[in-house]
């Protein structure tokens, strides 16, 4: 079992845990994932490790509360414990050599984004952040991001924080008025990479992208992670999660993402509403 030994709101949606899992956090590295179980009864969904103190034995996540899953994590406290918390999974990002790189996170996928932004820092890489969310009351690890990055650009849709617009509008200034970066990193909606991916592709500027698609296993047998890089398939949990984005068929994930969205909200809707009953 895996203990639950911090617990903290990030903002009303994206909560915030340390996870007591020694032989994970040993071989954990920037850009890979687990996959948890809350319950012996549980559906099996990835997260990605958000961090890791390999001293402690502890590994960090940060997750989204959008379907049933994630819900009943969300209600687990302090001291309660997982039964199942199998990784590190997925190949690591490819951080050696960088000297300049501009790294853009958008939502959720900030957490995901900051490991990466740490590790270059960390390496000595001058990283320039670009973070993006749909307003101030969503804003997540700015200070984290500020820690690691040489120049921080905070992006709110409605302009409540930071400067109003996408996370590509402060990208294109920076890539026209000649900052020469070694790569671009994105991670976040697929919709935020695919644009991302239209500012970089023109100025040759070589673009990765995390992908993650809905998994099963992890292990690449089941082939739910399945997506079309380079009109070739690949495999999300093996091959990946990080692609050239140039390469990779947006429209074709897109389409592929949004199939069980109904089904996750029912789900989701029920879990809800079993945890009202519990408390009534």
Do not use: W
Request: with cysteine; glycine share 10%; proline share 4%.
């Amino acid at each position: 079992m895996f203990k639950i030994l911090s617990k903290r709101e990030l903002n009303p949606t994206v909560t915030m845990m340390d996870i007591e899992a020694p032989l994970v956090a040993r071989k954990a590295e920037a850009g890979q994932f687990i996959i948890l179980r809350t319950d012996d009864d549980g559906e099996r969904i990835p997260l990605t490790i958000a961090g890791y103190d390999r001293e402690k034995g502890t590994v960090k996540i940060i997750f989204q509360i959008v379907g049933a899953t994630t819900e009943r994590l969300n209600h687990k406290q302090v001291g309660d414990c997982l039964a199942d918390f199998a990784g590190p999974l997925g190949k690591p990002t490819e951080t050696a050599g960088l000297k300049k790189v501009c790294v853009i996170g958008g939502g959720v996928g900030c957490a995901i984004a900051l490991p990466v932004a740490q590790k270059l820092h960390e390496q000595g890489c001058e990283v320039h952040s670009i973070i993006g969310f749909r307003s101030k009351d969503l804003v997540i690890l700015e200070d984290e991001f500020a820690a690691c990055s040489a120049k921080l650009t905070v992006m709110t849709d409605d302009g409540s924080h930071g400067l109003k617009g996408v996370v590509t509008a402060p990208l294109k200034e920076a890539i026209e008025a000649g900052e020469n970066y070694d790569e671009v990193i994105a991670i976040g909606p697929l919709i935020m990479m695919k644009f991302v991916v239209g500012v970089t592709k023109p100025a040759n500027v070589k673009t990765v992208v995390s992908m993650n698609p809905i998994m099963i296993d992890g292990t690449g047998m089941c082939g739910g992670c399945r997506l079309t890089v380079g009109g070739k398939t690949k495999f999300a949990c093996v091959d990946g999660p990080d692609f050239d984005g140039f390469e990779v068929d947006f429209d074709e994930a897109m389409k592929r993402g949004a199939m069980y969205r109904d089904f996750e909200r029912h789900a989701y809707e029920e879990t809800c509403n079993l945890f009202k009953k519990e408390v009534l």
